[in-house]
């Protein structure tokens, strides 16, 4: 279990190939501003976003000692992936599962290391931005919110999603980290509050 079996790198291969899809149908409202190339490195940057996101759980659960495994879940793994046609999307197609009996803050930790990873990526892309042409700012722009989108629907208080494990832990921790990510997420360029 604490190695990559065939099965889980295809389950995680695949999942992440649907975040890419729903991902891209956002893109289809820009499609005026990118050329075909443009479209497929978005579509390849895109890709590691939620394969890092899942692998920050796996390797720090099982850093401290937690077996863990991402298993695709196929029935999200459908309704994510018939979201790319509708204007609401819903992009939760696996999600890693470690095991054992670990205290409220080791499970707040390995929780947070996804969005964490996000949240940095989704920085650096911003930055880097602004340093590019406008097609390409476009592309990296579009790359950074999805990586912003992701930390941000992770990191909500609900059910099993990670911000409830890490409000459960330290509620003044979890706004602070929550407020921000949302704040960069509302006011990036491609946000709903932003000015592009």
Sequence with gaps: ???????EKQQLLLASGI????????LLKYLDFLDFVELLVAGLLILPLFTLHELAHKYTAL?????????LDQNMAMLSLFTALLPIKIIA????VWYGNPSIRIRANVSLMGPLVNIFIGGILLLFSTFLPPSWSLVMMFISR???SLAVFNLLPFSILDGNKVYRWNQEAYYVIFGFTALIWLFHP???LGGF
């Design 190 to 192: 491609l946000g709903i």
């Design 19 to 26: 975040f890419v899809l729903v991902e891209l149908s956002f």
């Design 146 to 148: 999805a990586s912003f």
């Design 1 to 7: 279990m604490q190695s990559f079996s065939q099965d």
């Design 63 to 71: 850093r401290i000692g937690f077996p863990a495994k991402f298993y």
């Design 93 to 96: 197609p696996g999600a890693v």
